[in-house]
């Protein structure tokens, strides 16, 4: 409490003049004391909360103990809301809006008298968006998530968010069971409050939030409606308010150092793809590199060692009793495997002070020793080639191994559609050796990248008990989801790359152990069907937000950003308003 700098929001609140008056004065319709305007940290409680976000619908109840840490510690908190990434209802993808809520949340702060936030996260985009929105005006922030739900309930059996959803409809068309068996999971699924219970990509975002340092030791695991989560609000809004005197800003904890923890955590808790995305997006905001290589270089190799569903068997429930995210710290800093031990975190103390001593519960069968992972190869496998000139992703640890080097015929769709229209035909030909082409689902293309890269099989090759084929498109995948599945191929079809000129017929070579990516057509073959390529026909959107989000989209490789929000404009104040 010894610094003297003056805080941002005395810009607002500080002068006794017309301007002050002004701010303060309308503050005050709220019943808000004098006094508390007399120099206390304003801490902006940035809150995704919405009822049509469900995963994140419990947020007003987590603010509330925020702010009790706040008001302890000394600062005056004041709650905002902001676009909410709702991935189970926004349609075409939740994806299409993460840029607009980062816009929304950049704007915000700065335009605000807000001297420091805690970003209230929880479903999927919600973390990315808030951290690149908050990054970008480098403020000190502290990263809240929602929490989990409690495992899903079905039959005397627990299931995981998402994954049992592809799990059993790939029965029902199997015809192993009844749709009234498969209906029936629908409420045992999603019985509390919380984002999904699998290493989905809310559960790796908020891993990754912690691996980077944004947010106190175990913010990802505590399950939402565990006790804990609001102890974790209040302690969380107490130290806040410490981090505004510390000046301990964004870029001091979102470091190059601390992007390498977090590649190498995603490896070892079997992460969702979309980390590799999202990871690259907040990296351009706060100005650090961060190339897809750097998966390879430092993610390959690293043992997934958390048994958590899609991969493994557990939930995020286990998880956490098991000793959540620090143990996993914990365990690969024993072993020499934590990359940069002195990253500083949020609470003021590095990576290692806070994990080392970390307890790890559960007979090493949640997370596991590393001697005996549940495998061996896990992290982002990157691959390359003439169909993926600037990168695509694939995630062995939910691949199947026999398919992670094949060679097989094209069976080409020409967009989403097409492969609805087109799969549970009878007369497709197709068996699986095959592999299965979706063009025109990347950030352009859909528009907003869809999670559709996980395309159910055809019935008649699930019919045979085969439930998995080699699968590529410039889509992205659920971090619930599983399977051979190559993702994220840029460029993307829609922006004219090697994927658009794809036919029936063309053989493709996959090759994980090398990262390679081939389409097996002569050079000049491929030159001639690129030069005589055309962009397809309505991807073109008249007007509106969706015009802006095709006109200035990155592809995956670049994080899907836009290209004017890359970089951090930092936070200085706007002139006044009046
Ligand atoms: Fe919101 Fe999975 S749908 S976290
Ligand atoms: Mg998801």
């Keep these: 409490m010894t610094d003297k700098r003056p805080l941002r929001s005395a810009q607002w609140f500080g002068s006794a003049d017309k301007n002050g008056f002004m701010y303060r004065s309308w503050m005050k319709n709220q019943g808000i004391p004098d006094h508390e305007f007399q120099g206390k940290p304003i801490i902006g409680i940035c809150n995704t909360w919405s009822e049509l976000t469900p995963c994140n619908a419990h947020f007003r109840k987590i603010a509330e103990h925020v702010k009790q840490g706040v008001l302890e510690a000394g600062g005056y908190p004041l709650e905002f809301p902001v676009f909410s990434n709702g991935e189970s209802n926004l349609r075409p993808t939740a994806m299409l809006t993460r840029n ?12 605000n008298p807000i001297d420091a936030v805690v970003l ?11 951290l690149m929105g908050a990054a970008s005006c480098d403020v000190p922030a502290i990263v809240v998530t929602g929490g989990p739900m409690l495992n899903g309930k079905h039959q005397g059996k627990d299931i995981g968010s998402g994954t049992v959803v ?58 939402a409606v565990d006790s804990r989560r609001y102890v974790l609000a209040h302690l969380s809004g107490m130290r806040i308010v410490e981090m505004v005197h510390e000046d301990l800003r964004l870029s001091k904890i979102l470091t190059r150092e601390a992007f390498e923890n977090a590649i190498r955590l995603n490896a070892a808790i079997g992460g969702s793809t979309n980390a590799v995305i999202h990871l690259k997006a907040i990296a351009g905001r706060m100005g650090v590199e961060l190339e897809l ?32 995210l620090p143990a996993v710290i914990r365990r690969l800093g024993e072993n020499g495997l934590l990359p940069n031990p002195q990253a500083l975190t949020a609470n003021g103390k590095n990576l290692w002070e806070n994990c080392k001593d970390a307890p790890i519960y559960g007979d090493d069968e949640v997370i596991r020793q590393l001697d005996n992972p549940l495998r061996a190869d896990g992290g982002i496998c990157v691959l390359r080639g ?43 030909d197709v068996d699986e050796t095959c592999v299965l082409v979706m063009k025109n689902c990347g950030p352009k293309g859909y528009p907003g990248m869809a999670e559709v890269g996980n395309m159910g099989l055809p019935p008649k090759v699930l ?27 840029a460029p993307e079809a829609a922006a004219g790359g090697p994927l658009a000129v794809v036919r029936n017929g063309d053989f493709i070579e996959l090759d994980c152990a090398s990262g390679r990516l081939h389409l097996d057509i002569p050079e000049a073959e491929l030159q001639a069907r690129l030069a005589a390529w055309q962009q397809p026909q ?21 994080g899907c950003d836009f290209d004017f929000l890359v970089g951090c404009r930092g936070s200085a104040v706007p002139r006044h308003s009046h």
């Design 100 to 111: 607009l809520a980062s816009m929304d949340v950049e704007e915000a702060i700065r335009g």
């Design 293 to 324: 290589d750097d998966w390879t270089r430092v993610g390959r190799g690293t043992p997934t060692i958390v048994d958590l569903q899609p991969s493994g068997r557990f939930l995020m429930e286990e998880f956490y009793y098991a000793g959540g």
């Design 463 to 489: 019919a045979k008990g085969i439930t998995d084929m080699v699968r590529i498109s410039d889509a992205r995948m659920s971090g619930t989801a599983y399977g051979t599945v190559v993702l994220h191929v």
């Design 386 to 428: 003439n169909l993926a000139p600037k990168g695509a992703v694939l995630k062995p640890s939910a691949a199947s191994p026999a398919l992670m080097q094949h060679r097989g015929r094209a069976v080409v769709f020409e967009d989403f559609d097409d492969y609805k229209a087109r799969i549970n035909d009878p007369q497709l």
């Design 166 to 223: 592809w799990q059993l409809s790939e029965e029902v068309k199997a015809g192993k069971i009844s749709i009234h068996d498969f209906m029936a999971a629908e409420a045992g699924m999603s019985r509390s409050a919380g984002t999904c219970n699998t290493m989905g990509t809310a559960s790796t975002m908020a891993c990754m939030a912690e691996a980077l340092g944004t947010s106190l030791p175990h913010n990802a695991a505590i399950p």
């Design 538 to 558: 309505g991807l073109l959107w008249d007007g509106g937000y969706r015009r802006l989000y095709v006109d200035h989209v990155l592809q995956a490789d670049e």
């Design 120 to 130: 209230l996260t929880g479903c999927d985009k919600t973390t990315p968006a808030l």
